[in-house]
Every structure is written in C-alpha cells, then in structure tokens.
C-alpha cells in the first residue's frame, strides 16, 4: 500500500519527459538529490555533536561539528559531480525472441577531467541497480542494460535511472533518462513444432515427383559419405572445436519444388501466435538445415533464400505481423 | 644475510597490499582510523581499558589478516558485558565523563568485531568521530586541531573505500580523494565557527568530574605551596596592555590577600566581601590591560596591582573586595578574557589609624617563640618604616638563600625557616617577615599573586606562568597606608628583576635536563625567536579558536557586516564576483574545440530561423537539408559552405588551414 503510494508520487513528481533521441547531458536540473539512511544519521551525529560542545563549551568540539557538517555539503557536491555531467547515449539493442532476455546497450561518457566511481544504471525498478560503471576521465564505458522480452514486436526501453553515492555515501544523486531505443522481439519459436513442411508444400503444387537427386537440406556427416557431398559452406558456419559436426548434403528422391513457408497455408483455426510460433521455428530450422525457403505473409512475399539478411526480414515480418502502425 | 634495503621493502610492502583482497584492505583502513581517534585516549583512560582495547583491535587486525571468521556473538556478548562492568567497578558510575569516554571506547573497540554490513561501517565511524569530541574534553591545542583533521580525513578514507563498486583507485589517491572533501569544506567550516550563533553552555548541569586536572593558586599558603607550583610551566593567564606597559620589577598581579595564620598555614580572614564603591583614592595614571585567564576552578581574577574596580566578565558576575582582590561568582572553569585599570601607583587606606587593625596583628599562640622574640626586639626601633628596614637588611646579609626546592620545615616553621634552615622559596621570606613585623606590632599581611611576565615581541602579548606565583607582604604605615614590601627581593633580587625562571637557575633550583629543554636565558637567538613564534601563534589559536564567546562573535558578525554595507567593501566584493565569472566563462570556453564552437554558433543562428539541426543528423546531412529549405540565398551559401568547410575539418583526410577559424567567423557574420 505504502509502496504503492511511494511509486505513484514518484511518477508524479518525476514524470518522463518523453523520448529522448541521440545523447542525453546530465545537466543540473536533470540529477535529482537527497540524503540516504546514512547521512540521516550523519545528521544525527551532527546534531549529538553540537549538543556535546555547547555543553562541555568544546572550542575544538565547534570546529569538528562545522568541519564535518560542511564535508557533508561537499559530499552533496561531489556526489552531484560525480553523477551530473556525464554524457549518455544509447546504442544497439539486438532483436531477440520473446522470454528470452533483450540487451540495451548504453554508453556512458565523460568529458570532464573528473574520474567517475561507481554509478549505479539500470531501468527503473524497485531495488537497487544491477550495474554498476566507473567511468574515467575522458573515457567511455558500455552497459548492457538487460530486460524480459515478453511479447513480439517492438520492446521500447524503460526509463533508465542513474545512480551515485560516492563519494562518501551521506547523500544520493539520480537522474532519469527515457531512451528512444527499442528492440524488435520475434515470437517464441515453437518447441515441439512439426517437421519442415517440404513435402507438404510440394503435394499442394500437385507437381511433386520422386527424383534421386534433389538437394533436400543437410545432415550430419556419417562414415562413408563421399568428401563431394560435404556441405562446405555449412561447415565453415560451424566451428568443429566448438562441438560442431561436420554435415553432408543431404539429397532426397523427389522434383521437389523449393521449400516455401507459407503463413497463410496454415489453418486458420490455429491461433495467431501459435501459427506466428511455428513459422519462426520453421525459419529457424530452414536457416540451420541450410534449405533455402520461399516467405509468405500475408502481402509480404520473399522469395527462396537462405542467411542472416533473410532470416531477419522473415523474423522481423512475423514479429510485425498484424501490429498495425509501425511505431517510429 | 643481506639487509633488506628500503625500496625492497617498500616494494614488498606494496606487494602485500595490493595482493591483498579489497574488502581486508578497507578494514585496514578503517581499523587505522580507529586507532588515530582511540589513541590519544590511552593517555587519560584506566590501563586495563587501554590494554583491553590494544588487544582487540590486533585480534581484529590479525582476522582481517588472516581472513577468518569474525568471533559469535555468543563470545562478544559476554566480554562485552564483563567490560562495562568493569567501567562500572573502576569509575562506580557509567554516567560520569570519564566512565563515559571508556565505555565509549570499549564499544567502538567491539563494534569492530561485530561488522557485518554497510551499515555497521557507518555505525563504527560515526562513533570515532564522536570519540573525537571527546578527546578535546583533556587538549585543545594545536596539535589536537591538526590530530583531529588528520583522523577526520583516515576515517573519510576509509568510508569511501567502501562506495567504490569497480576499479578502486590506490590507497595515495583515496586519501587526497578524502583530503579534498575535507579541503572543500574547510573555508565554509571556519566562516560557519566564525558565525554561527553559540549558545553559552552548559545546557545542563556539568559532570562533578569536569574541571579535575586543573593546577592553580589555591586559597591558602603552606610552605610547600608556591614552591610545587612554581614548577609548573602551564599557563596561568596572558596580558595584553591597551595603555604602556610598567617596567618588569612593578609587574606584581594582585591576588589574594591572607591574613589569618595557624602557625603553618595562612588562609584568609574572611569570605569575599564586596567593597563600597570607589574605596579608595588612586594616584598616578591608569594602566588598562586585558587579561585573558586559563581555566583555574577557582573564583581569582588576577590584575595588575592595584586594581581599582571589579571587572566586567563575560557572561559572570564578580566583585572586587575591600582588601583589592578580585573574585568571580562562581569558580572559572573555562577560560575567561576581561578588561582591568590598575593604577601601579597608589594609596590605600592611607589614613593616621588603621580600622580593625587587630586583625592585621593576630598570630597564634604556641608556635614561633623565637621569632616573636625578635620581633618584641623589634620595637626598639620608634619609626615602624626601620623595623621593615631591619627584617630585610637580616635577610640580605645573614645567609639566607633562595630556593624552589627548599628543606621540610617542622612545627615551628618560621623558626626553623629564620634560624636553621634558610633557605626557601617566597612563601617562606613572606610568611617569616609578616610574622616578624606582626610580632613587631606593625600591622601586615600576605599577598599572593604572580610576579613578572614574559613579553611576546611577536604578538605583544605578555604570558604569566604558573611558575610565576609569587608571594609578598604588606605593611601599613600610618599617614603611607598599606606598602607593598616583597622580602624575596631582599635575597634574591633577580627574582623580581628577571622572573623565576632565570632566578632559578642562578641558585641551582633547577635540574641538568631543565637546561636542555629550558632555551631561556641567553639561549640561541634562534631558539629564543621560534620560542616566541611558537608561544604567538599558541596565544592566537587561544584567543581566536578556544575563547572565541558569544561576545567576541557577536563584534566578529558585526564588523563583517560594517564591511559589507561600506561601498568600497561591496564594490571590492562585485569585483572579484565577476573577475571569478569571467576566469570561469574563460575555462568553459576554452575547454572545447573552438571550431567545434563555431560550429556550434551557426546552429544556434540556424535554429533561431527554424531549421535546428536534429540531434543524429550531421554537418553533410545538415547541409543536404539546409540547401533544399527557403532561406536567403546569401545566408544560404554562406551556411552551405561553412558546412562544407566544417565537415572537411572534422572528417577530411587533409588538415585544415590555419586560416579556417577566420573564415568560419566571417561566414558566421553573414547571418547577423
């Protein structure tokens, strides 16, 4: 309840300033200020030791308690300064499936000839921050800003809070930023989907036929396979050392026509996303079995291709399908 | 075996640290910060709390060290509870300032071995800085101020030690990080000392044990007294003369007049008791003075002999009696400044008859037969001015020596003093020759006080030590009233001319390592200079830092203000306001490129026509956009090609010519 009241009052005080485009200036008015539990206390101690001097009329009792109350206004400062100042800017977020894990990339840059120690980053959220960034004098630093990719389409990115305590963590500097960065998420791909629709599509043509020697895809290479048949252009996509097996074209009997994925040959009565799911994992399994494939949604239709350019524009086509208005 | 030489070491050294992990070498840190505040403690608190506290923050150390586990609290507690009980046992209290200090420190001291989170650090260090407060409960010096400083910027060392969350900068660069929030706050700390409103304490009533370990003049004479004083070097109270000063000799400072003898021990005949105003006509001219005296737990104010009113002490009333003693209401327990006129040259009670003059007379019976004896023969003399004479003409050519370190005397004190010993220090020639003249029927009396005075050339200040208490006698004479008759100058004249210290060392009262430590009297000039250097600066600290009252702030605040509203001042201020401005908008400017500045002035003129440059959009796109847009065509080229000229700058394989500024400026100009 209490916590629900802190995070409405939050958002009214602090509303976003809507998206913002290139690099974000932490300048004085963006770094927000308080004190934390510890120079609450701070103060408390400033307070015992005021009393204990006016008490014991402590000359040297006075000079300690404005010395340290005035170090606590240079920490304030210093903790603005080591916050306030900085450049940000957002970079690339790389598409991703859905319940799978989206990456912001951010860069913090500093201009200044301050060194900058342990600024807290991460979207807004209730506990504390999960990275933590020095940035030297100078110098740059890149975070990867991570959050769950629920749905597809496109993820924008959260607000961004930046946090300071250094130096001497009496008080918390913090500064909001709203991005404009978003992310494309595709949808999950099915995990038990059916086979790849190769004779299924042909039989539809009605022009399917056996043949000897129509390249069906690849398979794992097997003792006795000739060094012809080798897929080298799927092996040099494999590292060996990295558990990769060396793979063999794979010819099937059959005229087959190339593969072609068709999102408006599946039956209607499946649901959207589900259809969305098996296409993405066709896709997937086309790409990995290096079988070029044909792209059809609705108006949207690619011809038979194969590699990370046509595999991102199928992919991206599900993630978009039936969102309406292409955010900017 | 080869000795290890002092880069190996040091190089061993650094290696240890920094294969140490990072959290070991924080509480190291802090462990040293604990040690700076606990350690000037270990001079005032009982042995076992010392040792106790040694001993558990080694076991600390050596855990940090070693990396084990920190101790249950199921053994903490215990020792814990045992060590209050034994401030209990040793103090019988655990609320006094004392009992308070130790438990203070025994908790600091355990708390290091019960840290388990952040926020036990802070609850560690804001204990040692409350510890800080309460070593200036025994110093406040100097060497304090700059002790305290040094421990406040170790435990910022090691505070921010743990907020850094990535790289952690070396143990050198921590400490200036610290030293600079202690610098950064230094000028607003003084003007907030200067400025912000004291209120005079105590807030509540004080601890009985608050003003022990005070030395002083006490209230009664004892042979003996004076003597253990005199060894002290401890300030008694500093003199600063608004009107010249008199010569060395007339420096008597009035204090207590005793009268009342037990045949050891003089006390006085009576309470303070408020003399009616202006008692007694002055003679010669004022000598003002302002004397600022040292904490002494009794109610003496000290001026130069003969004071003529009660002065005004801040904040406390006082009175002056009819015997010209000066007494506060109320012992002084902090140092107190006030202002006194004293006329060196004066009468008192200089009437034909003496009022009550039996008291002046009275001396005990049974004690001293042989110097009542002599004083009986004294009357032969018919002028009581030559029985003075006498008594100190005795003194001069009889033997008699001048001594801090005098013989024990017995019952008789003044005859063993007169007729066996003598030797003795200023009590002794006091108190024989007031019994003497007593005895003579002349009346007298004692008066203690100090004699003399140090002289800083380099502040004007004048110092009187302890070592300085002096003790003298009074006579009255009819038609001449009360003479002020110092028998010690009869022995030792130098005493008076030249101040204890250097008599002392003219008799032998002083020991061979007194001469090495002592660098008066004809010591280098060197010495002697950086002796008053010291003693200045010492006596500037007190004055500005230690009695800084509500009364001297209250003129501070008001001449900072009188310099405010003056306009020279206020002009003087603008001034240097903008100058700074200017130095800074100066460095701001500076710090870029400044054809990136340029740059930056035509976007600014761009976007005052409505065509702001877009935030990912760069100087060829710009320029790409700007040639398709309604602008005129003057204003046009000139951006297109300050563009052009820009973009080659900035990511042309070529450098630039020198004359680019120029140009870009002249190309700016067309849109003006």
Redesign the interface.
């Known amino acids: 309840m209490i916590a629900a009241l802190r995070r409405r009052a939050r958002q009214w005080m602090f509303k976003p300033r809507g998206f913002e485009?290139?690099?974000m200036f932490l300048h004085r008015r963006r770094v927000y200020i308080l004190p934390t539990?510890?120079g609450v206390?701070?103060a408390f101690?400033l307070l015992?030791?005021l009393?204990?001097?006016?008490?014991?009329?402590?000359?040297?009792?006075?000079?300690?308690?404005?010395?340290?109350?005035?170090?606590a206004?240079?920490?304030m400062?210093?903790t603005y300064r080591n916050l306030g100042q900085l450049y940000v800017r957002g970079g690339r977020a790389p598409s991703v499936f859905a319940g799978s894990e989206a990456r912001f990339e951010m860069t913090l840059v500093n201009r200044s000839a301050l060194?900058r120690?342990?600024i807290?980053v991460d979207f807004l959220r209730d506990d504390g921050p999960r990275y933590?960034?020095?940035v030297?004098a100078g110098a740059s630093t890149v975070i990867d800003l991570t959050i769950a990719a629920g749905e597809r389409g496109w993820l924008r990115a959260p607000r961004v809070r930046l946090v300071s305590?250094?130096?001497?963590?009496l008080f918390r500097a913090w500064a909001y930023w709203q991005p404009d960065m978003r992310a494309l998420v595709y949808p999950f791909p099915e995990a038990d989907a059916p086979p790849l629709p190769v004779a299924g599509v042909a039989r539809a043509d009605g022009r399917g036929g056996a043949g000897d020697d129509d390249f069906a895809g690849i398979r794992n290479y097997q003792p006795g396979d000739s060094m012809r048949s080798l897929a080298w252009r799927q092996i040099a996509r494999l590292d060996l050392a990295d558990g990769g097996q060396l793979v063999t074209k794979h010819f099937e009997g059959g005229g087959a026509d190339e593969l072609v994925l068709d999102f408006n040959a599946l039956p209607v009565q499946m649901h959207l996303e589900l259809r969305l799911s098996r296409m993405t994992r066709w896709v997937l399994q086309a790409e990995q079995r290096g079988l070029p494939y044909g792209f059809r949604i609705g108006a949207q239709d690619y011809p038979a291709g194969l590699g990370a350019a046509h595999q991102a524009a199928c992919l991206r086509a599900l993630a978009l399908h039936g969102i309406a208005a292409e955010q900017p | 075996m080869k000795r290890p030489t002092l880069s190996s070491l040091r190089a061993r050294w650094s290696g240890f640290v920094l294969r140490m992990p990072r959290d070991k070498a924080d509480t190291l840190t802090l462990l040293a910060g604990a040690l700076l505040v606990l350690a000037p403690h270990a001079l005032h608190l009982p042995l076992w709390v010392t040792a106790l506290c040694a001993t558990t923050l080694a076991w600390r150390a050596a855990i940090t060290v070693r990396g084990t586990r920190l101790p249950p609290s199921a053994l903490l507690l215990p020792l814990a509870v045992a060590a209050a009980g034994g401030v209990w046992l040793t103090f019988h209290t655990v609320l006094g300032r004392e009992a308070g200090v130790a438990l203070l420190v025994l908790l600091v001291a355990f708390k290091m071995l019960e840290m388990r989170a952040r926020r036990d650090l802070y609850v560690v260090i804001f204990l040692c800085f409350f510890l800080l407060l309460t070593t200036f409960f025994y110093a406040q010096g100097i060497g304090t101020a700059l002790m305290m400083v040094a421990s406040t910027v170790v435990l910022f060392t090691a505070q921010l030690s743990f907020q850094f969350t990535g790289t952690v900068p070396p143990l050198r660069r921590r400490l200036w990080l610290a030293a600079r929030v202690v610098l950064l706050a230094a000028p607003l700390g003084i003007a907030l000392f200067l400025v912000f409103p004291r209120i005079p304490g105590p807030l509540w009533g004080m601890p009985e044990d608050a003003g022990t370990g005070r030395t002083g003049m006490s209230d009664s004479m004892a042979p003996g007294n004076l003597a253990h004083l005199a060894q002290s070097d401890e300030t008694a109270f500093r003199v600063r003369f608004i009107d010249p000063a008199p010569a060395q000799p007339q420096l008597y400072w009035r204090g207590l007049v005793l009268s009342r003898f037990d045949g050891r021990t003089w006390t006085q005949i009576q309470r303070l008791r408020p003399a009616s105003a202006a008692a007694h006509p002055t003679r010669g001219p004022a000598v003002r003075h302002e004397v600022t005296l040292e904490p002494s737990g009794q109610r003496w104010l000290y001026a130069l002999d003969l004071p003529d009113a009660a002065p005004q002490v801040s904040g406390r009333p006082s009175a002056i009696s009819h015997e010209q003693e000066l007494a506060a209401f109320g012992p002084i327990d902090q140092r107190v400044r006030y202002e006194a006129v004293s006329h060196p040259d004066y009468r008192l009670e200089a009437g034909p008859a003496l009022p009550g003059a039996a008291r002046w007379l009275a001396l005990p019976e049974g004690f001293n037969p042989r110097a009542l004896a002599a004083g009986e023969e004294l009357r032969g003399y018919a002028d009581p001015a030559q029985r003075v004479k006498a008594v100190l003409h005795t003194f001069r050519t009889e033997g008699f020596a001048y001594t801090l370190d005098p013989p024990p005397l017995g019952r008789h004190s003044v005859d063993e003093f007169l007729y066996e010993t003598r030797a003795g220090f200023c009590e002794h020639y006091a108190s024989a020759f007031v019994v003497l003249m007593r005895a003579a029927g002349v009346p007298a009396r004692v008066v203690t006080g100090y004699q003399g005075g140090e002289l800083n050339p380099v502040d004007g200040f004048m110092t009187v030590r302890q070592s300085d208490a002096h003790a003298w006698a009074e006579v009255w004479l009819a038609g001449r009233g009360w003479l002020r008759i110092d028998p010690t100058s009869a022995v030792a004249p130098e005493r008076v001319q030249q101040g204890a210290g250097r008599a002392q060392t003219r008799n032998g009262g002083l020991t061979a390592l007194g001469h090495l430590i002592d660098f008066g009297a004809g010591a280098s000039p060197l010495f002697e200079r950086v002796r008053f250097e010291m003693a200045a600066l010492n006596n500037g600290w007190n004055q500005w830092v230690l009695n800084y009252t509500p009364e001297r702030q209250r003129g501070v605040v008001e001449s900072i203000a009188a310099a405010l509203l003056d306009w020279r001042s206020f002009v003087a201020l603008a001034l240097c306001a903008a100058l700074l401005a200017l130095a800074h908008a100066r460095r701001v400017r500076r710090r870029g490129d400044p054809i990136d500045a340029l740059y930056s002035a035509l976007c600014l003129q761009l976007s005052r026509r409505g065509l702001a440059r877009g935030a990912d959009e760069g100087p060829n796109d710009y320029r790409a956009r700007i040639a398709n847009t309604p602008l005129a065509p003057a204003q046009k080229d000139a951006a297109v090609q300050f563009l052009r000229l820009y973009s080659a700058y900035k990511y042309g394989a070529r450098p630039s010519p020198a004359s680019l500024a120029a140009t870009l400026k002249s190309l700016l100009t067309k849109f003006r």
């Open positions: 485009r290139g690099e539990n510890a206390g701070f101690l015992v030791l009393v204990g001097a006016t008490n014991y009329n402590l000359a040297l009792g006075f000079a300690l308690t404005f010395l340290l109350a005035t170090c206004v240079a920490d400062y210093l060194d120690y342990a807290g933590l960034a020095d030297a305590r250094f130096p001497l963590g």
